[in-house]
């Protein structure tokens, strides 16, 4: 959870190193928003237009088919009373109730990621080589993989035991107290991820001296944030996108920028980036975004506290499920939250996209650097589609989408730039011939 909300925050691209070599066309009169958004978004034409369309509406898909997978690798469960097996191996090896459903939890979690392994492998690995947008090989991929998974076996199963144990307490609104439970674990998770879950993955170090810290520093201090660390992560070894990202909560709050963004964007790009997420920081997303997200969940799991019983009364008898206590229930919740999240997903994303859009307009003021943001902005748009309709960005982006990004940093340097002039943007690098 707390890796889904920083992924969440994260901004990312494949690119070249830029020669800044914007040129003044218009040498007087006034500046035309329209114009100047357009001369941005038709550096990305053609086959790469087409590329970086074709792989984010991809992922459009892979939501549904995500989902239908799971509710497949569930539905054998208990087509085979495979639950009802794994609930009475655990009963077998020990008596407590709450180390059976742990058990039973485990069981359950691994036969997911067994079943689920070879899509995972294709969505994680396969698709992102397809697209040019990873740096690992498969090795390094799977050790990646490997860790997460670790995690999962470790938090997931817990999870399951606390759950079922207040489903059995309070058997009608368990649902309440399960997403209190969730939402704390979820502020837990976030306040330790940077310190103990974000370095298994990648390596954070001190930005070193320089330019580049000089402009940081002097943006978080106009803007009161704490600067004696700033950190760079090797996200390079994973991929070409260019990230940044606020983490941590409270104590671990901290904003982190990475090697690519340092390696293949200007300075005005990199200090429009941090400006943006220093909005994030200064308006306290990470929590905000984290409630916001519980109280959906929250939903879901009414949603499941309703559904869930009648389903059991109906089928559990053929199922080998007792009652919604029972952890043999565990693939009924796993298909009707499955079938549910495809309901939230638009509305998660509504929740990330409207954060991330105010961090734009705090971004702009911050780092006043309209073009350096509508750089990065099409830079971005290589893997993400660049002009979607006003329906699709609502439903599909969890950031805005380049041409709004673009847009709004022209029409801020119409509203805020003296004599604002248009310049020519630099040409967008191929992916492909991105260096490593
Ligand atoms: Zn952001």
């Known amino acids: 959870m707390a890796r889904h909300i920083v992924r969440a925050l994260v ?177 837990l998770g976030t306040m330790i991820a940077p310190v103990y879950l974000l370095p298994l993955f990648n390596t954070f170090a001190e930005l070193a001296p320089g330019p580049v810290r000089d402009r940081i520093v002097g943006l978080a201090q106009a803007n009161h944030i704490p600067a004696e660390h700033i950190y760079v992560f090797d996200a390079s070894r994973q991929s070409d996108r260019i990230s940044a990202n606020v983490s941590g909560l409270g104590p671990t709050n901290r904003i982190s920028l990475n090697d690519n963004l340092l390696k293949r964007t200007t300075l005005p790009e990199t200090a429009a980036v941090m400006g943006h997420e220093m909005g994030h920081y200064v308006m306290g997303h990470g929590l905000r975004n984290t409630l916001l997200t519980t109280l959906l969940f929250g939903v879901l799991m009414l949603g499941a506290s309703r559904i869930v019983p009648v389903v059991v009364a109906r089928w559990g008898a053929r199922w080998g499920i007792r009652d919604v206590g029972d952890p043999a229930s565990m693939p009924v919740f796993g298909i009707v939250l499955a079938a549910l999240s495809l309901i939230a997903v638009p509305l998660q994303n509504t929740i990330i996209r409207t954060a991330e859009s105010q961090a734009d307009g705090f971004g702009l003021n911050a780092a006043r650097e309209p073009d350096g943001w509508a750089q990065i902005a099409m830079k971005l748009s290589q893997y993400r589609k660049v002009e979607p309709g006003p329906i699709e960005e609502m439903l599909f982006f969890d950031h805005p989408s380049g041409a709004t990004r673009v847009r709004m940093g022209m029409q801020w340097k119409h509203d805020h730039v003296a004599n604002a002039q248009m310049i020519v943007p630099p040409p967008l690098a191929q992916a492909s011939a991105a260096p490593k």
């Open 11 to 187: 901004l990312g691209a494949l690119l070249l190193p830029v020669a800044a070599h914007a040129a003044t066309v218009s040498a007087a009169g006034t500046f035309d928003v329209t114009a100047a958004t357009r001369a941005y978004l038709d550096t990305l034409s053609g086959a790469a237009r087409a590329k970086s369309d074709a792989y984010f509406e991809g992922g459009y898909w892979l939501i549904l088919w995500g989902a239908l997978i799971t509710i497949a690798s569930d539905a054998l469960l208990l087509r085979f009373r495979l639950s009802a097996w794994m609930r009475d191996r655990a009963a077998a090896i020990t008596a407590g109730r709450f180390r059976q459903t742990w058990i039973t939890a485990l069981f359950y979690t691994l036969w997911g990621m067994i079943v689920t392994l070879p899509w995972s492998i294709y969505r994680g690995f396969f698709r992102e080589h397809q697209y040019g947008l990873s740096n690992q090989d498969f090795a390094a991929w799977a050790l990646d993989y490997a860790k997460g998974a670790g995690i999962g076996l470790v938090l997931g199963p817990l999870g399951f035991a606390v759950l079922y144990a207040v489903i059995r307490r309070f058997p009608r609104n368990w649902w309440l107290l399960g997403t209190g439970l969730m939402g704390a674990a979820t502020l």
